[in-house]
């Protein structure tokens, strides 16, 4: 079967590897030019297809004459994506006659869109999953081939939950390419009035709401904690505080939220309900963790509600 694979970041990787446990040999790769400007704590996928002998293809428009004319020249029977960072549009959707499947990291119709892993864990969710599923012009809405579900621990990051799914997309994999590969793919339809779509995050998205409760700051926390760009507040006299780690405990004696309180080795900030203790944080572009957070907030700091 002809294949072109669309792919990048470690899903991507896990991606192709399925590929060729199932034996699927991709024609060509498209990928991306790593941005200098990002954390990149992930594996290459230009790397892999070196190391593999695949020709692999970096284009900044994949949708100008040239590109879709050379794709339709490699007559690929399908096509798949794995974590391609950009929208593919229906002139390359419509080329492999058997169509294009993209793999989702959430339970579709749910967290359709962009960054379903920070969201699911903005928004607190407790469960998420890995959807293989065909694409159509509207993002994340064709039908489903195939899910598997991933539990969501308390301590998971988006680091975390990131490699779970990594892990259930190769399971996943392995139990569909082989009928994949026969041409007898299996689809069922989505009902999008039963899920949910978000954008893309920002890094001023991370801005800590001192009102809302300690589980929401915990959750926003953990959902953008390193490799991300990490969860922020102002303190009153300006300075900016990154939370890379914290957690929630019971509301103490603080009264208003983002007052700050030391509690034996404890620091503690009010939120709307319950408190948020401070476990590792950044200020002014210096690392802090336990009795150096405690020597910080000695002068009596507090934080700014927005």
Known sequence: MKTVVFAYHNMGLTGLDALLRHGFYPTAILTHEDDPG?????????DWAMQHGIPYYTPENIHCPEWIEKITSWNPDILFSFYYRK????????IPRFGALNLHGSLLPSYRGRCPVNW???KGEQKTGI???????????????????????FEDTARTLYGKLCKEAELLLDDLLPRIKTGQIPRRSQNLALGSYYGGRRPEDGRIDWKQSAQDVY???????????????????????????????SSSTIQRPGDVELSGQQV?????????????????????KDTQIIEYFKSGKVMKLQ
Not at 87 to 94: A, E, F, G, S, T
Not at 221 to 248: C, H, M, Q
């Open 87 to 94: 929208m593919i549009h229906l002139d390359i959707l419509n």
């Open 268 to 288: 503690l900030v009010k939120a709307g309900h319950d408190a948020i203790r401070l476990l590792d944080v950044e200020i002014q572009g210096i690392r802090l």
């Open 38 to 46: 990002e954390n990149c704590w992930f594996g290459s996928v230009k």
């Open 120 to 122: 699911v864990l903005a």
């Open 219 to 249: 959750n926003l926390v953990r959902a953008v904690t390193d490799p991300y760009p990490g969860a922020f507040s102002l303190l009153e006299n300006g300075e900016k505080i990154i939370l890379w780690w914290a957690k929630p405990v």
């Open 131 to 153: 959807t293989l599923h065909f694409m159509v012009e509207k993002p994340d809405a064709g039908d489903i081939v195939g899910q598997r579900e991933v539990a969501i621990a």
